[in-house]
């Protein structure tokens, strides 16, 4: 088994939480682990309840393991605190020290540009201005944030430590590979890569761990908001 990723092969909304749900339960892996921002959500039906996660990796189903949030992640922390509080899964969540922080401002400023909220089709979640904050190396990481101090860990030595030692990890995409930045379709796109390769590196992961890349597709794609 070991090291399984997920990702959309069209442009979102192709059932890669469901996947990733089941797989959590068949697979029983040691961690579920995910990238993104709040722009993207998954829902996943479990014992006769619906979840709709925006944050909390889909593989919360499975009570035993680790839920991890990479570097190339970008919290929320109002999101997420109000997912962990609501799932009851503080206790085995971890975010990256290293991962991005969305702020109110970011979102206010997506809500009023045009471009992106009209031409581009943004969720106006805060995820695009909280990239390009970052790529100006004015992003506040989570280890800035007194709020996630709870959930901080070293996600990139928790992965391949569990990677080498045999240990089943899987690893939940976000939205598909059409709006990647670099490989979408441009402009309507979001603003990172959503490749299995950069899904990896943003997680530490170098491309020989990968044992297994699954690509979910659906018969008539459907395009998701950017």
């Given amino acids: 088994m070991g090291v399984i990723m997920v990702v959309g092969g069209q442009y979102g909304g192709e059932g890669k939480g469901k996947v990733t749900s089941y797989l959590s339960i068949t697979d029983k892996p040691a961690i579920v682990a995910r990238n993104g921002g709040t722009n993207s959500g998954h829902t ?24 991890l949030l990479g570097a190339g992640a970008l919290v929320d922390p109002e999101v997420l605190i109000r997912e962990v509080k ?42 695009g201005v909280a990239e390009s904050d970052r790529v100006l190396r004015t992003l506040r990481l989570a280890k800035q944030l007194n709020e996630l101090k709870p959930f901080l860990t070293d996600v990139v030595c928790e992965i391949n430590e569990a990677a080498d030692n045999g240990s089943i990890v899987l690893i939940e995409g976000t939205q598909g590979l059409g709006l990647s930045l670099y490989h979408g379709s441009y402009p309507y796109v979001t603003s990172y890569d ?33």
Avoid: W
């Fill in 44 to 67: 996943v039906c479990y014992q006769g309840k619906k979840y709709a996660l925006r944050m909390v990796p889909s593989g919360m189903v499975y009570e035993r393991a680790k839920l």
């Fill in 86 to 127: 609501d799932l009851r899964v503080g206790h085995r969540l971890g975010v990256d020290y290293e991962a991005g922080v969305i702020t109110p401002l970011h979102k206010e400023k997506e809500l009023k540009n045009n471009h992106l909220r009209q031409k581009v089709g943004s969720t106006c979640s805060g995820t």
């Fill in 194 to 226: 959503t490749s299995a390769s950069s899904i990896a590196g943003h997680l530490g992961l170098g491309p020989k761990k990968i044992d297994e890349v699954i690509v979910v597709v659906r018969t008539f794609p459907i395009r998701t908001s950017a």
